[in-house]
């Protein structure tokens, strides 16, 4: 009966025993480490977080506001009437800025409806994003739905470009962590408009469309500010992913998505629901445009060409931007450039170039041709222009052997060469061809009163390239006689004491000192001639005489202060030895030759009163946000020249182009004043001339340097006189005038001394103070003989003959000496006639070292 009792003591005292008690204190205590190490390893690992995330946020970059916001935009060069010209971009910089004001607010709520709902409420980073995410992760077994707000996307855009390179998981999660601290100090800095504004002109949106400007172009062929709400939907539904949901490709994902966009706008209010059964209902795919427009493959062009070069070394002087950062500025920055380039001019100017009727009959094609060769092997061979011009050379003896009859034969040639080459089957050959019309030509056109470029046209023929051979700009070319006006006559007028009435020693070819002689073109030699005859008739030796007596030094700076960069003086390592200032650069026989668009300033000096403007082709650059990064509205200027030597020069000039070497270029509707230039065997061919408007300039000649003597001396200056008649259709007529300090006065022609009556008189203009204060000494004539005089002779000398006839010798009489001074005038002695400075006129190219 008592069993239950006896057992139940029993019990207690098992359970109250040492040995049971101590193990129960084991087992507590061990429950206590448990807990202690488990609190432990928290610690530990929190701070170990701790100190990992501190460690990122450490290394993250500062970031502010000009960070994140978009970066390779185009680049857009208008007109100064406002009419756009081109653009300038790069790859990856396809993208036009747009303010949040020129974007519907149909798209900034499209964007922030379906990839960041909370965005008007979060920080910068939605942590109920980040918790609702990882919940639907961990019910679905896959993490793909984001949380990331559109400041992270962003700042993601634009801070880590690179994220697609992630490797590894330490790598992503780096980066996200600092994505997310820097979401949230962007958003200290920036409003949410800022924000959005700067996602939105970032965005990928396929089809390499960045931002939303290039999207609604791309797709829709129309401005971003005239989407619909069906078309905005269509654009926010490609971002979460651009390949799988664009719309030309992807057409039915890209529906399915833009539902998507449409029911989260009526979610979150930012539609009605009539608007979005409307754009529910609209056939939106069938205004995608399925192909997308030509890309432009046209090439800059050559005005664009230099204007880009321009800009960049303008940057980089002014600015103390590096090459890098000014070619990045202008292919990627989006600026916008107002050039000086009128596309009326321009037009013209290529019109008229393009004119193949107004070149040599028999045009011929030069070659340009570079070639590499990878072999199977791998090893890389490079064959140039000048390996393939010294194959034609030796094989057939030509003397200009990368000129040809036609481009058939040209490429003939190509392939005989590369025959010779050994190309092999596993051999990959590159090869560059460019076959260019002969000869060739450059026109530049400017704006004298402004130095304002109008028109550039580097070549003739197609341009195939971007930054090609630009011969207005990149060549430079021997200026013959275009040099007499600049290097010589407009010093000798400015401060050398000469007038236009000044006699020039020209007796005979003027001696280099060195075994060389230099000739008139004609080789005509009067004695003497006036400045104004030598420029009219481009006399090589009264150039030379005159430069020699005023210096070749001062002929030397003049050439500098008219913008002529390419002169050297024993300054440049590529010339080592040689100098200009020499007395061939009277004639244009100079080291390197001269650029072009340089020649043109410097004649459009002489059009400006003897003012120099550097050339302009922009007038200002803004940067992407509008503020002005170049500024050319108010130019540098410097006087170069006396106004009233610059209004004798064009005086002067005016007759070379009514009765001298330039008629071929006279103008219908506006008197014209200019030079013309012709180097030895007709090499280069030059007008630079002008009209109280417009200074122009052209160039003829073949890339090979090929003489043009037998060909027509004068279709450059038909070429001038073309564009510039229809340059100045429409303009009022207007004549040079002559400044108040300059006057007329006769003076005799052949000593330039005021004329007394018994002087062949000229009438000439001087400057003030250029006057000639003394009167010629007089020229003695033998006076008239009277008749009852001659009666009295003739009987004296019948007289003596009769004597003679007798026996005695009679005494010889004397010859009586007449008294008479012989000779003709300069002007009576003839010279170039026109047409142009007939061919080996001037000096050789080559000066002396």
């Given at each position: 009966?008592?069993?239950?009792?006896?057992?139940?003591?029993?019990?207690?005292?098992?359970?109250?025993?040492?040995?049971?008690?101590?193990?129960?204190?084991?087992?507590?205590?061990?429950?206590?480490?448990?807990?202690?190490?488990?609190?432990l390893?928290?610690?530990?690992?929190?701070?170990?977080?701790?100190?990992?995330?501190?460690?990122?946020?450490?290394?993250?970059?500062?970031?502010?506001?000009?960070?994140?916001?978009?970066?390779?935009?185009?680049?857009?060069?208008?007109?100064?009437?406002?009419?756009?010209?081109?653009?300038?971009?790069?790859?990856?910089?396809?993208?036009?800025?747009?303010?949040?004001?020129?974007?519907?607010?149909?798209?900034?709520?499209?964007?922030?409806?379906?990839?960041?709902?909370?965005?008007?409420?979060?920080?910068?980073?939605?942590?109920?994003?980040?918790?609702?995410?990882?919940?639907?992760?961990?019910?679905?077994?896959?993490?793909?739905?984001?949380?990331?707000?559109?400041?992270?996307?962003?700042?993601?855009?634009?801070?880590f470009?690179?994220?697609?390179?992630?490797?590894?998981?330490?790598?992503?999660?780096?980066?996200?962590?600092?994505?997310?601290?820097?979401?949230?100090?962007?958003?200290?800095?920036?409003?949410?408009?800022?924000?959005?504004?700067?996602?939105?002109?970032?965005?990928?949106?396929?089809?390499?469309?960045?931002?939303?400007?290039?999207?609604?172009?791309?797709?829709?062929?129309?401005?971003?500010?005239?989407?619909?709400?069906?078309?905005?939907?269509?654009?926010?539904?490609?971002?979460?992913?651009?390949?799988?949901?664009?719309?030309?490709?992807?057409?039915?994902?890209?529906?399915d998505?833009?539902?998507?966009?449409?029911?989260?706008?009526?979610?979150?209010?930012?539609?009605?629901?009539?608007?979005?059964?409307?754009?529910?209902?609209?056939?939106?795919?069938?205004?995608?445009?399925?192909?997308?427009?030509?890309?432009?493959?046209?090439?800059?062009?050559?005005?664009?060409?230099?204007?880009?070069?321009?800009?960049?070394?303008?940057?980089?002087?002014?600015?103390?931007?590096?090459?890098?950062?000014?070619?990045?500025?202008?292919y990627?920055?989006?600026?916008?450039?107002?050039?000086?380039?009128?596309?009326?001019?321009?037009?013209?100017?290529?019109?008229?170039?393009?004119?193949?009727?107004?070149?040599?009959?028999?045009?011929?094609?030069?070659?340009e041709?570079?070639?590499?060769?990878?072999?199977?092997?791998?090893?890389?061979?490079?064959?140039?222009?000048e390996?393939?011009?010294?194959?034609?050379g030796?094989?057939?003896?030509?003397?200009?052997?990368l000129?040809f009859?036609?481009?058939?034969?040209?490429?003939?040639?190509?392939?005989?060469?590369?025959?010779?080459?050994?190309?092999?089957?596993?051999?990959?050959?590159?090869?560059?061809?460019?076959?260019?019309?002969?000869?060739?030509?450059?026109?530049?056109?400017?704006?004298q009163?402004?130095?304002?470029?109008?028109a550039?046209?580097?070549?003739?023929?197609?341009?195939?390239?971007?930054?090609?051979?630009?011969?207005?700009?990149?060549?430079?070319?021997?200026?013959?006689?275009?040099?007499?006006?600049?290097?010589?006559?407009?010093?000798?007028?400015?401060?050398?004491?000469?007038?236009?009435?000044?006699?020039?020693?020209?007796?005979?070819?003027?001696?280099?000192?060195?075994?060389?002689k230099?000739?008139?073109?004609?080789?005509?030699?009067?004695?003497?001639?006036?400045?104004?005859?030598?420029?009219?008739?481009?006399?090589?030796?009264?150039?030379?005489?005159?430069?020699?007596?005023?210096?070749?030094?001062?002929?030397?700076?003049y050439l500098?202060?008219?913008?002529?960069?390419?002169?050297?003086?024993?300054?440049?390592?590529?010339?080592?030895?040689?100098?200009?200032?020499?007395?061939?650069?009277?004639?244009?026989?100079?080291?390197?030759?001269?650029?072009?668009?340089?020649?043109?300033?410097?004649?459009?000096?002489?059009?400006?009163?003897?003012?120099?403007?550097?050339?302009l082709?922009?007038?200002?650059?803004?940067?992407?946000?509008?503020?002005?990064l170049l500024?050319?509205?108010?130019?540098?200027?410097?006087?170069?020249?006396?106004?009233?030597?610059?209004?004798?020069?064009?005086?002067?000039?005016?007759?070379?182009?009514?009765?001298?070497?330039?008629?071929a270029?006279?103008?219908?509707?506006?008197?014209?004043?200019?030079?013309?230039?012709?180097?030895?065997?007709?090499?280069?061919?030059?007008?630079?001339?002008?009209?109280?408007?417009?200074?122009?300039?052209?160039?003829?000649?073949?890339?090979?340097?090929?003489?043009?003597e037998?060909?027509?001396?004068?279709?450059?200056?038909?070429?001038?006189?073309?564009?510039?008649?229809?340059?100045?259709?429409?303009?009022?007529?207007?004549?040079?005038?002559?400044?108040?300090?300059?006057?007329?006065?006769?003076?005799?022609?052949?000593?330039?001394?005021?004329?007394?009556?018994?002087?062949?008189?000229?009438?000439?203009y001087?400057?003030?103070?250029s006057?000639?204060?003394?009167?010629?000494?007089?020229?003695?004539?033998?006076?008239?003989?009277?008749?009852?005089?001659?009666?009295?002779?003739?009987?004296?000398?019948?007289?003596?003959?009769?004597?003679?006839?007798?026996?005695?010798?009679?005494?010889?009489?004397?010859?009586?000496?007449?008294g008479?001074?012989?000779?003709?005038?300069?002007?009576?002695?003839?010279?170039?006639?026109?047409?142009g400075?007939?061919?080996?006129?001037?000096?050789?190219?080559?000066?002396?070292?």
């Open positions: 009966m008592n069993y239950g009792k006896e057992n139940l003591e029993k019990r207690k005292k098992n359970i109250s025993s040492k040995k049971n008690m101590k193990k129960k204190r084991v087992g507590v205590r061990f429950f206590k480490a448990m807990i202690i190490c488990i609190l390893l928290a610690i530990v690992g929190v701070g170990g977080v701790g100190l990992f995330t501190k460690r990122i946020i450490d290394n993250t970059p500062t970031v502010t506001p000009s960070d994140v916001k978009p970066k390779g935009f185009t680049s857009f060069v208008y007109a100064e009437d406002g009419t756009l010209l081109e653009s300038f971009v790069q790859a990856g910089s396809n993208r036009v800025f747009k303010s949040i004001d020129e974007i519907p607010k149909y798209l900034a709520d499209a964007f922030v409806a379906v990839e960041d709902a909370r965005f008007y409420q979060h920080n910068g980073i939605d942590l109920q994003g980040i918790l609702r995410a990882g919940i639907k992760g961990i019910a679905a077994g896959s993490f793909d739905e984001g949380a990331s707000t559109l400041t992270q996307q962003l700042i993601k855009n634009n801070v470009p690179n994220f697609v390179d992630e490797n590894t998981f330490y790598d992503k999660l780096e980066r996200k962590l600092q994505e997310q601290y820097l979401a949230l100090e962007i958003e200290k800095q920036m409003s949410k408009e800022e924000v959005l504004e700067s996602y939105m002109n970032t965005v990928n949106l396929g089809q390499s469309c960045l931002g939303v400007q290039s999207a609604a172009k791309r797709y829709f062929g129309k401005d971003v500010s005239a989407l619909t709400l069906s078309e905005c939907a269509v654009i926010a539904g490609i971002t979460q992913n651009p390949t799988a949901y664009d719309p030309v490709v992807n057409p039915e994902n890209n529906a998505r833009r539902n998507i966009v449409l029911k989260d706008m009526l979610d979150q209010g930012y539609i009605s629901q009539a608007e979005y059964d409307e754009a529910k209902a609209d056939s939106v795919y069938d205004r995608i445009i399925a192909t997308p427009p030509a890309e432009d493959t046209n090439p800059y062009s050559y005005f664009n060409d230099e204007l880009s070069q321009q800009i960049i070394r303008d940057l980089m002087e002014r600015k103390d931007f590096t090459e890098t950062q000014a070619y990045n500025a202008l990627s920055g989006g600026l916008t450039i107002t050039s000086t380039q009128d596309p009326r001019i321009q037009q013209i100017c290529d019109e008229e170039v393009a004119n193949e009727a107004v070149y040599p009959w028999g045009t011929e094609y030069g070659l041709y570079v070639l590499t060769i990878t072999r199977a092997n791998g090893n890389v061979e490079n064959y140039s222009k390996m393939m011009a010294a194959y034609i030796n094989t057939y003896g030509k003397d200009f052997p000129v009859s036609s481009p058939d034969e040209a490429n003939a040639a190509i392939a005989e060469y590369k025959n010779t080459l050994g190309i092999a089957e596993g051999d990959t050959v590159d090869e560059r061809i460019n076959i260019t019309p002969q000869p060739q030509t450059s026109v530049v056109v400017m704006e009163s402004t130095g304002k470029v109008k550039i046209v580097g070549g003739r023929g197609a341009k195939t390239t971007s930054l090609s051979l630009n011969r207005a700009t990149d060549s430079t070319r021997q200026p013959g006689s275009c040099f007499k006006i600049l290097s010589t006559y407009a010093p000798a007028l400015d401060t050398g004491g000469y007038t236009l009435a000044s006699a020039i020693d020209n007796k005979g070819p003027y001696d280099y000192g060195n075994g060389r230099a000739e008139n073109w004609d080789r005509v030699y009067p004695g003497k001639s006036t400045i104004r005859y030598s420029i009219e008739h481009s006399i090589n030796v009264a150039a030379l005489n005159t430069l020699t007596a005023i210096g070749f030094k001062t002929g030397y700076d500098q202060n008219f913008g002529i960069t390419t002169l050297v003086n024993n300054d440049d390592e590529n010339y080592p030895g040689y100098t200009d200032v020499q007395a061939a650069t009277a004639l244009g026989g100079i080291t390197r030759g001269v650029y072009n668009l340089e020649m043109t300033a410097a004649y459009a000096t002489i059009a400006n009163n003897g003012t120099y403007i550097e050339p082709l922009y007038t200002q650059v803004l940067d992407h946000d509008g503020n002005i500024d050319n509205t108010t130019p540098a200027t410097r006087q170069v020249l006396k106004d009233s030597t610059a209004a004798l020069l064009t005086n002067a000039m005016q007759d070379v182009i009514t009765k001298g070497t330039g008629t270029a006279r103008m219908y509707n506006m008197p014209v004043a200019g030079k013309t230039g012709t180097t030895e065997n007709s090499t280069d061919l030059w007008l630079s001339a002008y009209t109280p408007y417009y200074t122009a300039s052209v160039w003829g000649g073949y890339d090979e340097n090929k003489p043009m037998y060909m027509d001396q004068s279709w450059h200056m038909v070429l001038w006189k073309n564009i510039m008649n229809r340059v100045h259709e429409g303009l009022t007529y207007k004549d040079f005038t002559m400044p108040p300090n300059i006057s007329q006065k006769t003076v005799c022609s052949e000593t330039g001394l005021l004329a007394v009556s018994s002087c062949k008189g000229i009438t000439e001087f400057a003030d103070g006057i000639p204060s003394q009167y010629c000494s007089g020229h003695y004539v033998a006076p008239p003989e009277d008749e009852d005089k001659k009666e009295e002779d003739k009987k004296e000398e019948d007289k003596k003959e009769e004597e003679a006839e007798k026996p005695e010798e009679a005494e010889k009489p004397e010859v009586p000496d007449s008479a001074e012989g000779g003709t005038t300069p002007e009576e002695s003839g010279g170039e006639t026109g047409g400075d007939a061919g080996g006129g001037d000096v050789p190219a080559a000066p002396d070292a």
